[in-house]
């Protein structure tokens, strides 16, 4: 049974709400009749094990923890991992522990697959943690963190795979110019699968976060794509031409490590796929829909 104060018109706090995917929760909620309360630098300073929630969080209903400091390829040094900690985890603890002492019914955390490692096929999340670098440690204490102090405050932790959508940036980002440069690309051999999700569907799957049972969940678009088909959706939405080289993945992954960039290569080539299990919810934007959508605002279509 969902509390009554949980359902749609309650004060919703928001942190990173002026980030890529807090503009669409912020969005979202307010569609659904929730009063989301964006918050920001502005309004608490950096995120830290001593911020002050206190103000902000005044006759709020739930939370939805966005705002985290996130990976960056190539940063992530061991000088850094205390960098990640202290913002991800002891900035998280710190604030499900002042939620809890004002009250908060329920707490959302917006976590990452990446707790899981890298690569797998329809990872659950009742499967063992392996992260594999600073951002996704610091992500899988602060799920801990979250689990143990919550008390009797409902707990849902989210764990998306890679966001997209108009806007996006990133290694998606970099796929779209890719791919809208019309050269030929060398990706016609590689017969992957991943899970990604629009960023309007994971503000949906906030919005149900608030409702459902509590626990941990794995949202997702409503089907997986291999990294050839993505291009060819990416090129038929953006009208350019696609030419996909047959390049044998083994000399793909080679030649990723002789340039140093072989972590992206093996992305692009390996499979990595969540059960996107979520308590009856369905994404409401379909793949194909979303991917097209994106292309054509990428190329201003």
Same mark, same amino acid.
């Given at each position: /049974?969902?509390?009554? !104060? ?10 990173? =709400?002026s ?16 009063n ?13 094990r ?16 966005? =705002? !985290?400091?996130?990976?960056? /390829?190539?940063?992530d040094? =061991?000088?850094?991992?205390? =960098?990640?900690?202290?913002? %991800?985890l ?6 499900? @522990?002042q939620?809890?002492? @004002?009250? $908060?019914?329920?707490?959302?955390? /917006?976590?990452?697959?990446k ?6 096929v329809?990872?659950?999340?009742? #499967? ?9 440690? &610091?992500?899988?204490?602060?799920? +801990? ?6 008390? #009797? /405050? ?7 795979p ?5 806007? $996006?940036? +990133? %290694? ?5 110019h890719? $791919? +809208?440069s ?13 899970s ?8 949906d799957?906030? @919005?149900?976060?608030l ?10 678009d409503?089907?997986?794509? &291999? ?11 953006m009208?350019?031409?696609?030419l ?9 992954r ?6 140093? %960039? ?12 969540? %059960? ?5 919810w369905?994404p ?6 979303a991917?097209?959508?994106? +292309? @054509?605002?990428? !190329?201003?279509?």
């Amino acid at each position: /049974m969902v509390d009554e !104060a949980l359902k749609s018109g309650g004060t919703v706090l928001v942190t990173g =709400a002026s980030g890529f995917v807090g503009r669409a929760v912020c969005e979202t909620l307010a569609r659904a009749g929730y009063n989301p309360r964006p918050v920001g630098r502005h309004d608490v300073g950096e995120i830290h094990r001593g911020t002050d929630w206190g103000q902000v969080l005044q006759d709020c209903d739930s939370v939805v923890h966005l =705002a !985290a400091r996130v990976h960056i /390829m190539g940063h992530d040094t =061991a000088e850094g991992e205390e =960098a990640f900690r202290e913002v %991800n985890l002891h900035g998280t603890a710190n604030l499900v @522990r002042q939620a809890k002492e @004002r009250g $908060v019914r329920r707490f959302v955390f /917006m976590s990452t697959i990446k707790v899981l490692g890298e690569n797998g096929v329809e990872v659950a999340p009742h #499967d063992p943690p392996a992260p594999f670098d600073a951002y996704a440690v &610091s992500k899988t204490e602060a799920e +801990a963190a979250v689990r143990d102090l919550s008390g #009797d /405050m409902e707990a849902v932790i989210l764990r998306p795979p890679l966001v997209y959508g108009p806007g $996006v940036k +990133a %290694n998606f980002g970099r796929l779209m110019h890719l $791919v +809208a440069s019309g050269w030929p690309l060398p990706f016609g051999a590689i017969e992957n699968q991943r899970s990604l999700i629009h960023v309007d569907n994971l503000a949906d799957s906030v @919005r149900h976060a608030l409702t459902c049972h509590p626990g941990t969940y794995h949202p997702k678009d409503s089907r997986d794509f &291999s990294t050839a088909n993505l291009v060819r959706l990416l090129a038929q939405g953006m009208e350019r031409r696609c030419l996909l080289v047959p390049v044998p993945v083994d000399l793909l992954r080679g030649l990723g490590r002789l340039t140093g %960039n072989y972590p992206a290569v093996a992305r692009l080539t390996g499979s990595f796929t969540s %059960n996107g299990a979520m308590d009856g919810w369905e994404p409401p934007l379909p793949a194909e829909q979303a991917v097209l959508q994106t +292309a @054509r605002a990428f !190329a201003g279509l």
